[in-house]
């Protein structure tokens, strides 16, 4: 394939995931809703996988009475009676019959029986099904199917979300809660590859073709550790841990220092007041650079703020430093960012060029 054409396809896949997102989206009040978004994140090797996927097998085809057929594509009818039906990654059929949800192929084969009132997949990879069922007058249980239609998990009372997408190994994780409120990593063979101990899991570079990492809590502190349950920065109290630059090998994540009492959560750039100091630091847990201040990125600029030692300072998104501390303030008016040095405000682009 002529390296044009895959970058023209590449975007026109990436393109069609976020558009199926948001129509996944929409559909999730009635039927299905994603708890993940691959769109975007997934590496070029993963459309270099799928590219040659054989396209569904099948059509939809709205009837007068609002019902839906599937047929195949000599036009017989394979399963009628459906509503609120979408193919899923060229692969499956997610459908509504007889008021309950279910996934077929294009062959009509049952994936997912119709005995559901909710399924949950990740549009971009529907690699396997979170099914739910709400009875009027009990909890609501949830269980996960894989794609050949086996139990993972079966119904239980744990809050099920997918987390994660290893696109190398084609294989699913799932942050799973207990009716305890402990939270845990399963991954889609039915393993545990972090058995619920903590209080939250928040997973900060799902789908980018990498181990994953994740910021855990755990009796008011929290810590960074990766699918495999290795803490790469300790728990402390009023920490806050995002990523920085998942595509960076090894990545690097920024590290927040919260005052004393916050309960702040969210991306930093939001919790600016929250913060006192700032780090970032890599995968191993080695320190790259250090800020009495908060780390903030500069608007339309690949580029951060940071402060030492009473100056401020700019790197770029690898941690690298462009400028070092020398100016007593700065202001960002997005395409304009002004410092002031010598007692004078003056353009960041007269000491750097900016793209």
Same mark, same amino acid.
């Given at each position: 394939?002529?390296?044009?054409?895959?970058?023209?396809?590449?975007?026109?896949?990436?393109?069609?995931?976020?558009?199926?997102?948001?129509?996944?989206?929409?559909? *999730?009040?009635?039927?299905?809703?994603?708890?993940?978004?691959?769109?975007?994140?997934?590496?070029?090797?993963?459309?270099?996988?799928?590219?040659?996927?054989?396209?569904?097998?099948?059509?939809?085809?709205?009837?007068?009475?609002?019902?839906?057929?599937?047929?195949?594509? #000599?036009?017989?009818? &394979?399963?009628?009676?459906? *509503?609120?039906?979408?193919?899923?990654?060229? !692969?499956?059929?997610?459908?509504?019959?007889?008021?309950?949800?279910?996934?077929?192929?294009?062959?009509?084969?049952?994936? &997912? /029986?119709?005995?559901?009132?909710?399924?949950?997949?990740? /549009?971009?990879?529907?690699?396997?099904?979170?099914? #739910?069922?709400?009875?009027?007058?009990?909890?609501?249980?949830?269980?996960?199917?894989?794609?050949?239609?086996?139990?993972?998990?079966?119904?239980?009372?744990?809050?099920?979300?997918?987390?994660?997408?290893? *696109?190398?190994?084609?294989?699913?994780?799932?942050?799973?809660?207990?009716?305890?409120?402990?939270?845990? $990593?399963?991954?889609?063979?039915?393993?545990?590859?972090?058995? /619920?101990?903590?209080?939250?899991?928040?997973?900060?570079?799902?789908?980018?073709?990498? $181990?994953?990492?994740?910021? &855990? !809590?755990?009796?008011?502190?929290?810590?960074?550790?990766?699918?495999?349950?290795? &803490?790469?920065?300790?728990?402390?109290?009023?920490?806050?841990?995002?990523?920085?630059?998942?595509?960076?090998?090894?990545?690097?994540?920024?590290? *927040?220092?919260?005052?004393?009492? !916050?309960?702040?959560?969210?991306?930093?750039?939001?919790?600016?007041?929250?913060?006192? !100091?700032?780090?970032?630091?890599?995968?191993?847990?080695?320190?790259?650079?250090?800020?009495?201040?908060?780390?903030?990125?500069?608007?339309?600029?690949?580029?951060?703020?940071?402060?030492?030692?009473?100056?401020?300072?700019?790197?770029?998104?690898?941690? #690298?430093?462009?400028?070092?501390?020398?100016?007593? #303030?700065?202001?960002?008016?997005?395409?304009?960012?002004?410092?002031?040095?010598?007692?004078?405000?003056?353009? $960041?682009?007269?000491?750097?060029?900016?793209?």
């Amino acid at each position: 394939m002529h390296t044009l054409f895959k970058i023209i396809y590449i975007n026109a896949r990436l393109l069609i995931a976020f558009i199926f997102t948001i129509t996944a989206f929409t559909l *999730s009040l009635t039927s299905a809703q994603a708890t993940i978004n691959c769109a975007g994140t997934l590496p070029s090797s993963y459309f270099e996988r799928i590219e040659n996927n054989t396209p569904f097998a099948g059509k939809l085809i709205e009837q007068a009475d609002g019902s839906q057929q599937l047929q195949d594509l #000599s036009g017989h009818v &394979v399963m009628d009676n459906l *509503s609120d039906a979408y193919i899923v990654m060229d !692969s499956y059929v997610l459908a509504k019959q007889d008021g309950k949800y279910g996934v077929i192929n294009a062959a009509g084969k049952i994936i &997912v /029986p119709f005995d559901y009132d909710a399924i949950q997949t990740e /549009p971009d990879i529907a690699t396997s099904f979170i099914v #739910s069922v709400k009875p009027s007058d009990a909890t609501t249980r949830q269980g996960i199917i894989n794609r050949h239609g086996d139990w993972i998990f079966p119904l239980t009372a744990a809050r099920i979300e997918h987390a994660h997408y290893d *696109s190398d190994h084609d294989q699913d994780y799932f942050k799973m809660t207990s009716d305890q409120g402990r939270t845990g $990593l399963l991954d889609d063979k039915g393993y545990w590859a972090i058995v /619920p101990k903590y209080e939250a899991i928040h997973p900060l570079n799902a789908c980018t073709g990498q $181990l994953l990492y994740l910021q &855990v !809590s755990l009796n008011d502190e929290t810590a960074l550790i990766d699918q495999n349950n290795d &803490v790469i920065i300790p728990f402390a109290a009023h920490q806050h841990i995002e990523a920085f630059n998942t595509s960076a090998k090894p990545p690097l994540f920024l590290r *927040s220092t919260l005052i004393d009492g !916050s309960t702040a959560t969210g991306m930093s750039e939001d919790i600016q007041d929250e913060i006192v !100091s700032a780090q970032i630091i890599d995968a191993n847990g080695k320190l790259i650079l250090a800020s009495d201040a908060p780390i903030r990125k500069l608007l339309y600029h690949q580029l951060y703020i940071y402060k030492q030692a009473g100056k401020f300072g700019i790197i770029n998104n690898k941690g #690298s430093v462009i400028l070092k501390p020398q100016f007593a #303030s700065y202001r960002d008016d997005g395409e304009k960012v002004w410092v002031e040095k010598d007692g004078k405000m003056r353009r $960041l682009n007269t000491f750097i060029t900016l793209n």
